[in-house]
T-cell receptor
Framework: DAGVTQSPTHLIKTRGQQVTLRCSPI?????VSWYQQVLGQGPQFIFQ???????GRGNFPDRFSARQFPNYSSELNVNALLLGDSALYLC?????????????FGSGTRLTVV | RKEVEQDPGPFNVPEGATVAFNCTYS??????FFWYRQDCRKEPKLLMS???SGNEDGRFTAQLNRASQYISLLIRDSKLSDSATYLC???????????FGSGTRLQVQP
């Protein structure tokens, strides 16, 4: 069975550009969450989507946006990239909206902003 | 104060040693607790959930102390393959989000 898949795996962008990251959840999972992990820190919550609706939002600027599609896949968009946006972006999948059973993470997209 | 705090380590231990990590959390209403393992430049992987009664999975034991608001992870008979960063995570029902600590790095040496 395929796990959580993310694309691309690596990305290099220039300051001011825009980026779109993609995530496909585990089959049957309806919830997708996005996390940002900078070097030396734990992952930080960005968004949660369940049944195509935003159910949670972390403390990130409006440059960050996301959406979930009818097939439950998701995209994370970041506009006007800053050097500080360089990080590993992780997508997590779960069957339900709640995270009481833990999440399964994809292998991430490593974004470098130069 | 951070919502979830961990000692960053590194903990350098010989093979076969027992090592324990603690993690404190600030939200007393938290209901779900987890330990994740993260290898260098990889994604976090769920190691185990932490239950009030404590739980064990092979060489790993997790405990929760709600009164003092900390969770712990004990690793017995450490293996070289246990070398990784261990992240504790607390689920915030209101935000529908996991809040992670910064991780504790473990290096098991031959």
């Amino acid at each position: 069975d395929a796990g959580v898949t993310q694309s691309p795996t690596h990305l290099i962008k220039t300051r001011g550009q825009q980026v779109t990251l993609r995530c496909s959840p585990i089959s049957g999972h309806k919830s997708v969450s996005w996390y940002q992990q900078v070097l030396g820190q734990g992952p930080q919550f960005i968004f949660q989507y369940y049944e195509k609706e935003e159910r949670g939002r972390g403390n990130f600027p409006d440059r960050f946006s996301a959406r979930q599609f009818p097939n439950y896949s998701s995209e994370l968009n970041v506009n006007a990239l800053l050097l500080g946006d360089s990080a590993l972006y992780l997508c997590a999948s779960s069957q339900l909206s709640g995270g009481g059973y833990g999440y399964t993470f994809g292998s991430g997209t490593r974004l470098t902003v130069v | 104060r951070k919502e979830v705090e961990q000692d960053p380590g590194p903990f350098n231990v010989p093979e076969g040693a027992t090592v324990a990590f603690n993690c404190t959390y600030s939200n007393s209403a938290s209901q779900s607790f987890f330990w994740y393992r993260q290898d260098c430049r990889k994604e976090p992987k769920l190691l185990m959930s932490v239950y009030s009664s404590g739980n064990e999975d092979g060489r790993f034991t997790a405990q929760l102390n709600r009164a003092s608001q900390y969770i712990s992870l004990l690793i017995r008979d450490s293996k070289l393959s246990d070398s990784a960063t261990y992240l504790c995570a607390v689920y915030d029902t209101g935000r529908r989000a996991l809040t992670f600590g910064s991780g504790t790095r473990l290096q098991v040496q031959p």
